[in-house]
Structure formats: structure tokens, C-alpha cells
Antibody
Framework: QLQLQESGPGLVKPSETLSLTCTVS??????????WGWIRQPPGKGLEWIGN???????YQNPSLRSRVTISIDTSNNQFSLKLSSVTAADTAVYYC?????????????WGQGTLVTVSS | QSALTQPASVSGSPGQSITISCTGT?????????VSWYQQHPGKAPKLMIY???DRPSGVSNRFSGSKSGNTASLTISGLQAEDEADYYC??????????FGGGTKLTVL
């Protein structure tokens, strides 16, 4: 059974960089079938797609976040990561990693449990 | 990119059917058959209920069905049960090679 687990600091200071890692078990991020994505949800609000990445390193990102987002993949450790720079309180959210159904255009079928990141001094 | 438009809330009684709409544009919902629906219970991760407009993942009840007409997709839940009470989100692939979500709909089972 595929499992995804987010990890990283739960508290980040304003203007600093948020860094999260998603560790995949029961499957491989090196698969040529799947894209791997990041989604966030501010407290009490809806879902926002951040971006996704393919095993080759090809990425697609939300235009509203593109200038601050870096998504990378580490096939040797079966992980992919998110970096969001120059964070503000508006970036406080639960951050989820997930897998796209085969093909990046399709829905997200496996999700991590999510990790709350708070931006505060 | 603008979020897809969903009603903020819908409600229904046990056994009834409800429909949640998801309206986009020809650059997302109307342009591709890549609409998905997710169910989210409080404090939990979203769960995929429908993908590619009409398809159900293995294990999802056939009480859940999806459809699309023009720029509007719909999720129908028949035979409402108490456990269906949750937030529901739609998503669509877009012409910018991105994914966009709807604002979410809170379903209350009366």
C-alpha cells in the first residue's frame, strides 16, 4: 500500500524559507507513470494546488506561487521536497503531499496526512 | 488562476440525493475531461471520490457519481448517509498545465 509522509519544521519565521519533504513508501518516485504533488490548506479554508514534479525533475507550479516555489525530487531516498521562500502569515497552512493518478492532468489518489506549518515570529 | 466555483453549502436528509456543482471556464472544466472530486472529513486528508469526470476509484461507493455539461461539472450523492457529511472539493486540469481546485462545499446531512 502506497504511503506518503510529510516532514519538516512546524514553525517558520516571516521572510524565511519553508522546507518540507515527502517520503514515499510502498512505491517509487522513480516511476515513469506518476507525478508527485504538493497542496496546501490554510486553517478553515479550501485547498490550493502548489505544484508537482516528475521523476525526471520536470515541474509545474501554481502561477501565483511560482516565483517563490522550488520543488525537487530525490530518487535515491524516494523523496520529493518543497521549498517556499519569503514566507508570510498568509502561508500558514496544512501542507499535503500527494500522488497524481497516472498522468499529471488527473486527480490525486494518494495523500499524506498533512503537516501544519505556522509562519510566526 | 481563479478557483472553480462551488456552492458554499448544501444539505439533504438521509436517503435523499444531492448534487454539488463546480463551475469553471473553457480553459479548465469545459476544455478537459480531467475533473476530480474529493471528500474531506474534519482533520483528515482529502479522499479521491471521482476522477476523469465520471470514474470512481476502487472502493468508493457507487452512490457517488460525476458528470459534466459545458463548463460545469457535478457530483451527485444518492441515498445520503450520515457518514457523507463532509467538505467536498472539485479540481480540474487547466490549459496552463496546472491544477485548480474549487472553493469547497460543506455537505450537511440533516
Amino acid at each position: 500500500q502506497l504511503q506518503l509522509q510529510e516532514s519538516g519544521p512546524g514553525l517558520v519565521k516571516p521572510s524565511e524559507t519553508l522546507s518540507l519533504t515527502c517520503t514515499v513508501s510502498g512505491g517509487s518516485v522513480s516511476s515513469s507513470t506518476y507525478y508527485w504533488g504538493w497542496i496546501r490548506q490554510p486553517p478553515g479554508k479550501g485547498l490550493e494546488w502548489i505544484g508537482n514534479i516528475y521523476y525526471s525533475g520536470t515541474t509545474y507550479q501554481n502561477p501565483s506561487l511560482r516565483s517563490r516555489v522550488t520543488i525537487s525530487i530525490d530518487t535515491s531516498n524516494n523523496q520529493f521536497s518543497l521549498k517556499l521562500s519569503s514566507v508570510t502569515a498568509a502561508d500558514t497552512a496544512v501542507y499535503y503531499c500527494a500522488r497524481h493518478l497516472d498522468g499529471r492532468k488527473r486527480g490525486l489518489d494518494y495523500w499524506g496526512q498533512g503537516t501544519l506549518v505556522t509562519v510566526s515570529s | 488562476q481563479s478557483a472553480l466555483t462551488q456552492p458554499a453549502s448544501v444539505s439533504g436528509s438521509p436517503g435523499q440525493s444531492i448534487t454539488i456543482s463546480c463551475t469553471g471556464t473553457s480553459s479548465d472544466v469545459g476544455g478537459y475531461n480531467y475533473v476530480s472530486w474529493y471528500q474531506q472529513h474534519p482533520g483528515k486528508a482529502p479522499k479521491l471520490m471521482i476522477y476523469d469526470v465520471t470514474d470512481r476509484p476502487s472502493g468508493v461507493s457507487n452512490r457517488f457519481s460525476g458528470s459534466k455539461s459545458g463548463n460545469t461539472a457535478s457530483l451527485t450523492i444518492s441515498g445520503l448517509q450520515a457518514e457523507d457529511e463532509a467538505d467536498y472539493y472539485c479540481s480540474s486540469y487547466t490549459s496552463s498545465s496546472t491544477l485548480v481546485f474549487g472553493g469547497g462545499t460543506k455537505l450537511t446531512v440533516l
